[in-house]
C-alpha cells in the first residue's frame, strides 16, 4: 500500500465514518453503529472504495489501544474494588453459558460425537469461539453516554477484562485437545504473573507520575508519558504473557486513574481517538466483512450461531446479575454490554483454523456475529438508558 493509497483511504474513511456517524446520532443511534456502517458501505460488501491493509489493521490496533486506555483512565478504582467479585462471577458465567451452548449448537446440526473424536473438539471449539468478548464498542458507547465511571459501567469492562483471561484459558484448554504440547497450567501462571507485576509496577510507575505531576500540571509531557505506557503495557501484556493488548492498555489506564490530571490526559487522548483512530478501528470492523463472499450453504448455522451467541451472553451475564442484586435494567446493561464480538473472536477463530480444528467455511458465521453484535450493542445499549428516565450526556457537535 503505497503513501498516496494510505492518503486516499484514510480521507475515505474519516470522511465517511463522520457522516454515517452523524447520521446514527440524527436517527438516535451511536456514533460508532454509524462508523461500523460506514466500514460496510466503502469496504468489499459494497463499493470496495478501501481495501483492509496491513497498515490500516495497524491504525485500528492503536485505536482500540487507545480508547481501552481512555477507560481504564475513567475507571473509579473504588467503584472497581466493590465489583471485583461480582464482575468476576458475572465473566465466568459469561464464558461458561456461551461454550456450552455453541457445543451443543455444532452438534445439533451436525451430530453428537464421542469425547475426544475430531467431531467432539470441533464442537467445543465452536462454542469457545462464542466465550470471546470484545468491549471496545461498549466502551465507546458508555463514554458517549458519560456512564463509563458508573458501578454498571465499571463491572462491565472489569468483567470483560477478566471474560479475556478466561477465554485465553479456555482457548488453551481446547488446543491441548489437539496438541498435547499446549501447557494450560503455563497460561494460567503467566497470566496471574502478568497482573501481579502490573500491580507491583504500577504502584511504583504512579507514584513516580505522582511527583512528575506535582511538579509540571497540565503540561504535555504528562498525556505524552500516559500514552507511552499504554503502549509498554500493551505490548509486554501481549508478548510476554499472552495476555491481550488492550488488557494491558486498560491496566495503564488504571494506574493513572488516580493521578489529578487523569482527566487531563483523558482528554488528550480523546482528541486523536475521536479524530482519526477511533472511526478507523470502527469502520475497520466493515472493511474485514465481505458479504459478497457469505457462504449460503450453512446460512442456517450462521443464523442459528449468531442467536445463540447474542443471547448466550445477555441471559448468562444478565440473570447472574440479577442473582447479585443488580435491578432489571442494569442486569439487561450488563448482559446486553457483554455481548459484543470483535478482534478477539477472529484470533480465536484463527487459531483454530491453523490448529485444523475449524474448516475456513465457519468464518461466515464469526463474521456475521462480529457485524450484527457491533451494530445491535449500542442501538440496545443506547434504547436501555433512554428507557431507563436517566440524563444521557450530550456528544459534543463537531
Known amino acids: 500500500m503505497d ?3 494510505i492518503l486516499r483511504s484514510l480521507a475515505i474513511i474519516i470522511l465517511s465514518a463522520k457522516f454515517f456517524g452523524l447520521v446514527a446520532r440524527r436517527l438516535k443511534a451511536p456514533q460508532v453503529a454509524g462508523e461500523i456502517v460506514a466500514g460496510l458501505i466503502i469496504g468489499p460488501s459494497l463499493l470496495s472504495l478501501v481495501q483492509d491493509s496491513d497498515f490500516l489493521s495497524g491504525m485500528a490496533e492503536i ?16 467503584k472497581l474494588k466493590k465489583s471485583g467479585i461480582k464482575a468476576t462471577i458475572i465473566a465466568c458465567v459469561g464464558v461458561l453459558l456461551p ?12 451430530g453428537f460425537a464421542a469425547y475426544g473424536s475430531p467431531e467432539f473438539i470441533k464442537a467445543v471449539f465452536i462454542g469457545t469461539i462464542l ?14 453516554l458519560g456512564k ?21 484459558v479456555v482457548l488453551t484448554a481446547v488446543l491441548s485437545l489437539k496438541n498435547p504440547n499446549a501447557n494450560l497450567g503455563l497460561v494460567c501462571i503467566k497470566t496471574m504473573a502478568f497482573f501481579g507485576l502490573s500491580l507491583i509496577v504500577g504502584i511504583i510507575i504512579f507514584k513516580i507520575m505522582e511527583v512528575i505531576d506535582r511538579r509540571w500540571p497540565h503540561t504535555r509531557r504528562i498525556p505524552i508519558m500516559g500514552m507511552a505506557l499504554a503502549f509498554v503495557m500493551a505490548y509486554v501484556a501481549d508478548k510476554y504473557f499472552g495476555v491481550a493488548d488492550i488488557t494491558g492498555a486498560y491496566v495503564a489506564g488504571i494506574i493513572l486513574s488516580s493521578l489529578d490530571d487523569s482527566e487531563y490526559i483523558d482528554r488528550k487522548m480523546d482528541i486523536s481517538s475521536y479524530m482519526l483512530f477511533g472511526p478507523i478501528f470502527f469502520a475497520s470492523v466493515g472493511l474485514q466483512t465481505n458479504l459478497r463472499t457469505v457462504d449460503m450453504s450453512i446460512f442456517a448455522f450462521s443464523a442459528a450461531f449468531v442467536i445463540v451467541g447474542l443471547l448466550g451472553k445477555v441471559v448468562g451475564c444478565g440473570l447472574i446479575s440479577k442473582l ?24 480465536v477463530a484463527q487459531r483454530g483454523l491453523k490448529a485444523g480444528i475449524m474448516d475456513s467455511k465457519y468464518f ?7 457485524v450484527v ?16 428516565g436517566r440524563q444521557v450526556s450530550p456528544v459534543a457537535e463537531c
Open 324 to 347: 447479585l442484586k443488580y435491578n432489571n435494567s442494569d442486569s439487561l446493561k450488563i448482559g446486553v454490554g457483554m455481548m459484543t464480538r470483535g478482534e478477539v473472536a477472529l484470533i
Open 63 to 78: 485505536g482500540v489501544i487507545l480508547l481501552m486506555f481512555s477507560a481504564g483512565l475513567e475507571t473509579d478504582i473504588e
Open 373 to 388: 453484535s457491533s451494530i445491535l450493542t449500542p442501538i440496545c445499549m443506547k434504547a436501555i438508558y433512554a428507557a431507563d
Open 99 to 110: 461454550l456450552i451452548c455453541g457445543t451443543i449448537l455444532y452438534m445439533a446440526f451436525y
Open 364 to 370: 461466515t458465521a464469526v463474521i456475521l456475529l462480529i
Open 148 to 168: 463509563v465511571s458508573t458501578e454498571v459501567g465499571t463491572t462491565i469492562m472489569s468483567a470483560a477484562i477478566i471474560d479475556d483471561v478466561l477465554g485465553i
Open 3 to 5: 503513501t498516496l493509497e
Open 131 to 144: 466465550t470471546a468478548t470484545s468491549v471496545s464498542i461498549t466502551v465507546q458507547v458508555l463514554k458517549e
